[in-house]
């Protein structure tokens, strides 16, 4: 039995420490789960056909804790939780981006991520207020089974490393849902 993840553990390291990052970003990912459907939230980008768990950046001032409460009201519109949980200790993922036409390493990214698993209380949303960048790429909260987001991650894992940590937050999520016989 997994049990409760201690946020205090070791932190995860997901991909090879480089010499140089060119980019480092803490962020907080949610893993939202609607226990009258069992159904989780995630993030659809159209623009580029990719999905990703819900959540965003942590601005200077700000805990994760307080970045997931924010990002989850921006993007998927709902603020009544019954459980907010803590999804172990952070996750550190180390990956790369690469010219249009793959050939040439162009930065190195490093994302320090915290992970929360928020339970809807209720399903009274009082609307999304999406970000530019959100807009323009066509970015909308969708519903989908444990089995689909877990087939669509690990199909995106395969040509995108720097999905690694939102499959990984999103298992740790699902074991606690279990846990919880939600």
């Known amino acids: 039995m997994l049990g409760r993840l201690n ?6 390291v997901l991909g090879k420490k480089p010499q140089v990052v060119d980019h480092f970003r803490e962020n907080a ?6 226990p009258k459907t069992r ?11 990719l999905y ?30 019954s459980k907010v949980i803590q999804l172990g200790g952070q996750i550190r993922c180390y990956f790369n981006e690469y010219s249009q036409d793959k050939t040439l390493q162009t930065k190195i990214f490093e994302r320090l991520s915290t ?12 609307g999304t207020s ?12 969708v519903w989908k089974t444990k089995a689909e987001i877990l087939s ?4 995106q894992l ?12 999103f298992k740790r999520g699902v074991r606690i849902i279990e846990e919880l016989g939600l």
């Open 7 to 12: 946020p205090e553990q070791e932190i995860l």
């Open 29 to 34: 990912r949610i893993v939202l789960y609607n």
């Open 39 to 49: 159904l989780h939230g995630v993030q659809f980008v159209k623009l580029w056909n």
């Open 52 to 81: 990703t768990l819900l959540g965003g950046g942590v601005e200077t001032g700000h805990t994760p804790l307080e970045t997931a409460h924010k990002e989850i009201v921006e993007e998927s519109g709902y603020n009544d939780f």
């Open 115 to 126: 992970g929360f698993l928020m339970v809807l209380n209720s399903q009274r949303n009082v």
């Open 130 to 141: 999406l970000e530019d960048y959100e807009i323009a790429t066509q970015a909308e909260c």
């Open 152 to 155: 669509i991650l690990e199909m």
């Open 158 to 169: 395969k040509t995108d490393f720097s999905l690694s940590y939102h499959l990984e937050i």
